[in-house]
């Protein structure tokens, strides 16, 4: 993992640089960790409805169960969000005792994960901004009832390439041009952020370059889309994506993030009147 997504080392000008990272579609955590979370929804919500059958859905599950440490092991809190939240709404399409494969597998992810973090210092510090009590648990301090709730303010900085200011930015640019948008793929020039940055809102970044009216057909065709899988295990992958798109947009700058989107959800057509 430390390879593929990145070392983060601190120059003594206090700069970040990256190192021992390979030139990869997979470079970031951010695009590694979402991508793992929603294979792992889409092969495990395939093996618990049977999709599958015979040694290959037992190999489906073998891939799902490394998804989820592909998601949940970089540290990246958009794939641990995503994760769970595709887990929880999968566990409405399935029936019975495979129910409990779920919450197990869960509970496993989780001691997995804390495992984990505690460990590697640059994780843990990572996701204890988001968990409280996992900083307490690293720097042997007394818990707290308060530990235990996540601190979503803490995940943000105050620099100015963060989500939160980056949506407020956009939503700033979106205002002065409200019904054409500023144009396709401008945000990253007119903020100043260049090609390595989007607003990291999917929704935001359609609104902000593409106008009022472009955006609201968008809305129309995506609830199209998700209504004809509104009975299907797939819903629970379009709840991951849906996560995962609030806090990054990997359409943006992720070809293998689309194709993975456009396989999965042809890999299990099904057409509901």
């Known amino acids: 993992l430390k390879h593929t997504v990145a070392a983060l080392v601190r120059q003594h000008d206090g700069a970040i640089s990256l190192t021992g990272r390979i030139h990869s579609v997979l470079r970031w955590i951010t695009i590694y960790s979402p991508f793992a979370a929603v294979l792992a929804v889409f092969f495990w919500g395939r093996f618990l409805v ?53 919450v197990s597998s ?16 640059y994780m843990g510090e990572k996701v204890g901004r988001f968990l409280p009590y996992v900083n307490k648990l690293r720097l042997q301090e007394p818990l707290k009832p308060r530990d235990f709730v996540p601190d979503f303010a803490g995940t943000y900085s105050s620099k100015a390439g963060n989500r939160l200011n980056r949506i407020k930015e956009a939503f700033t640019f979106w205002r002065e041009n409200p019904w054409f948008g500023i144009g396709l793929g401008q945000y990253n ?43 299907s295990y797939l819903m629970a992958v379009v709840v991951t994506i849906f996560v995962v798109s609030c806090f990054e947009n990997l359409f943006d700058h992720s070809l293998p993030w689309v194709l993975t989107c456009a396989w999965v959800f042809s890999r299990d057509e099904m057409c509901v009147s």
């Open 189 to 231: 020039i007119t903020s100043g952020h260049y090609w390595t940055g989007n607003v990291h809102n999917l929704f935001m970044n359609i609104l902000c370059e593409a106008g009022i009216f472009v955006f609201v057909a968008w809305l129309y065709l995506v609830g199209r889309f998700v209504w004809r899988f509104r009975r």
């Open 106 to 121: 869960a509970l496993i992810a989780i001691f997995v994960m804390h495992v984990f973090v505690l460990w590697n210092p």
């Open 50 to 102: 049977k999709k599958s059958m015979g040694r290959c859905r037992y190999f489906e599950l073998l891939v799902g169960i490394f998804c989820i440490g592909g998601a949940l092991l970089p540290g990246s809190r958009t794939g641990i969000v995503s994760l769970f939240a595709g887990f929880v709404a999968l566990i409405f399409y399935v029936s019975g005792r495979r129910k409990w494969w779920i």
